[in-house]
């Protein structure tokens, strides 16, 4: 008799409850209907299809687009007893026969394909005769030309709808705006499936932001010292000679730290990608090839040391910390130059010129996020159409509020300039008018005789950029990036713009970076158990060893934690840990339970 979904989070997972929306999607997939899924890192995305697998006869297709995923995430569900494997070119010829045996016997609750295998002839016309109960898009937003994560593999993916009418689709990203998910939906054809976005804040992670003029590799490393000693970590650089320069200097003082880019061997890739996840206090230097698939859930901070080309990818990024949930730490040390970089890379691009103007855009979007004087979250949130009713109390500008200076007037200034030219022109012609810099098509058009031509030199035309900028940030004026880069006011700018409403911003100059606020921690115990908590990562690892997988899959930092906190002293008490399932308490339960009462007392 099978299980329901509940019955199998207990007894499988080892969790009590589900997270909103989580049982809501199950429902939805295993009613028949198909879903597409945006939930944050960390939020237990996994679970919305492997427990519908677990739930119904038959076998769940799982497309993910790396082989070291399907891996890891493979491995982590042998630990909890469920009968998963993958197909991919890391396997020899006998043991992939071998997984083929077992899909036709009906042995397998889950398989995990690339999309290229999935879509070739054989492997569709093999499926078409099996018990499918359920095909899960993992890491959907691949599907999108916008993103660095772009899979043109995973185009073809639509046609599964042809292939298999009656097996419910699950999409699934941590990573899509509004105009992403709808790619997502056309090109998967979704056009029914349910939608649950469950929003994009990830409390546990504080952010902080800072602008040196040099020193960033000597502030990164007091930031790891002081904050993160023995923590696993990544720090994101924007060239491959940057990542072996500094990866190279932090080897020098002392940590592990292994560089990563898409320029060194892929064996010397997959090797940083092990000892990544195998071992503890880890330090990847990377460019952006590194991440995606990443599936470790103690990373405890993410570093950048020059500035993202986006939004979207800072998210992305800074979301590979704290996945388990417990304190982790988004720090970035950018310059100017890496304005200047990016914008001569757009520029040198051979993309159209409407996709230039969406990365400009972007990147303007981000610099706004990096001066931004209020709430970091609330700003971040904001730029993916939600909203954080108040400050988070986490982010360096709520920790430290940063200096600001009354801007009221220039804004309304620079708004006013918007509306008189037309609402359809960009940063540098507004600044250009305000400057009174006239030229042949300013004449054209008669903006040399506005009222607001010539009115802003108190400003330098990069104060004034700047200005724009966090009027971007901040929600008062849009840009039409699908056009030219015309700037529009928002209906919120008319409370500034008639006086009713005050605004201070950032001013233009350069920021060192330092500490900001109080450490939060790499999963803290209080001291009287520090003894304890390190026996029980000692025997955690052991276990780790003499199998041959992290650590995290015995147990995560988070469980360990819990078990610290109620302390066990026999095996039905051991079950009632978060994250120790019947298959875990039957293997790990006795030897844990051991070193918690050598300790009791």
Partial sequence: ???????????????????????????????????????????????????????????????????????????????????????????????????????????????????????????????????????????????????????????????????????????????????????????????????????????????????????????????????????????????????????????????????????????????VQERFLAEEGVIVVATIAFGMGIDKPDVRFVAHLNLPKSIEAYYQETGRAGRDGLPADAWMDYGLQDVLTLRQMMAGSEADERIKRIERAKLDAMLGLTEETRCRRQSLLGYFGETLAEPCGNCDNCLEPPETWDATEAAQKALSCIHRTGQRFGVNYLVSVLRGEADDRMRRFGHDQISTFGIGGELSATGWRGLFRQLIARGLIAVDAEGHGGLHLDPSARAVLHGEETLHLRPEKKRTAGRRGAKPGSAPVPTEDEPLWDSLRAHRKRLSEEQGIPPYMVFSDATLKHMLEIRPTQLDEMAAVSGVGEHKLEKYGEGFLRILQAHAG
């Fill in 1 to 271: 008799m099978s299980k329901s979904p509940h019955e199998i989070l207990n007894s499988v997972f080892g969790y009590q409850d589900f997270r909103p929306p989580q049982g809501e999607v199950i429902e939805t997939v295993t009613s028949g209907r198909d879903a597409l899924v945006l939930m944050p890192t960390g939020g237990g995305k996994s679970l919305c299809y492997q427990v519908p697998a677990l739930s119904s006869p038959g076998t769940a297709i799982v497309v993910s687009p790396l082989i070291a995923l399907m891996q890891d995430q493979v491995a982590a569900l042998r630990q909890l007893g469920v009968a998963a494997a993958f197909l991919n070119s890391s396997l020899s010829a006998e043991q992939s026969r071998e997984v083929i045996r077992q899909l036709h016997a009906g042995e397998l609750d889950l398989l995990y394909l690339a999309p290229e295998r999935l879509m070739t002839p054989a492997a569709l016309e093999r499926l078409a005769g099996l018990p499918i109960n359920l095909i899960a898009i993992d890491e959907a937003h691949c599907v999108s030309q916008w993103g660095h994560d772009f899979r043109p593999e995973y185009i073809r993916l639509g046609e599964l709808a042809d292939h298999f009418p009656t097996v419910p689709r699950i999409a699934l990203t941590a990573t899509a705006d509004e105009a992403t998910r709808e790619e997502i939906v056309n090109r998967l054809r979704l056009t029914n499936a349910r939608r649950f976005v469950s929003g994009f804040d990830r409390p546990n992670i504080r952010y902080r932001i800072s602008q040196g003029s040099g020193g960033s590799r000597d502030r990164l490393l007091r930031f790891i010292r002081e904050e993160h000693a023995n923590d696993a970590g990544i720090v994101y650089c924007l060239s491959r000679k940057k990542v072996e320069q500094t990866a190279d200097w932090l080897e020098k003082q002392g940590l592990v730290a292994l560089p990563y880019h898409a320029g060194l061997s892929a064996e010397h890739r997959r090797t």
